[in-house]
């Protein structure tokens, strides 16, 4: 099981960058995929970002390819998000979240473990 809490959210200027960051506890964080997934109000959650349990895989949805940048330090049990060029169209609550999987999956459904979100806002 995991447990994770998100951070790093908060308001920015668009064109902007905000890093958060998902602090996890559990023994099998290490065995788990992590991905990222936001939501704006009244709209469905989207996948944003995930990696394999390694960090060696990748994936990304295409609204933030090229400018978000998912990475993990298992050390110390911590995913992130790095995003850059930020974009009003990016403002929503941002949620970590861990798949019992090795693999990267961008399927809200297979991924067992949420955080609280964390709020992102973008200004024009």
């Known amino acids: 099981q995991l447990q994770l809490v998100e951070s790093g959210g908060g308001l920015v200027q668009a064109g902007g960058s905000l890093r958060l960051s998902c602090a996890a506890s559990?023994?099998?964080?290490?065995?788990?995929?992590m991905g990222w997934f936001r939501q704006a109000p009244g709209k469905v959650r989207e996948f944003v970002a995930s990696?394999?349990?390694?960090?060696?895989?990748?994936r990304y949805a295409d609204s933030v390819k090229g400018r978000f940048t998912i990475s993990r330090d298992n050390a110390k049990n911590t995913v992130y998000l790095q995003m850059n060029i930020l974009k009003p169209e990016d403002t929503a609550v941002y949620y970590c979240?861990?798949?019992?999987?090795?693999?990267?999956?961008?399927?809200?459904?297979?991924?067992?473990?949420w955080g609280q979100g964390t709020q992102v806002t973008v200004s024009s």
């Open positions: 979240a861990g798949a019992g999987a090795a693999w990267a999956t961008t399927v809200l459904d297979e991924y067992d473990y």
């Open positions: 559990g023994r099998t964080f290490r065995y788990s995929a």
């Open positions: 990696l394999s349990r390694g960090g060696g895989m990748t």
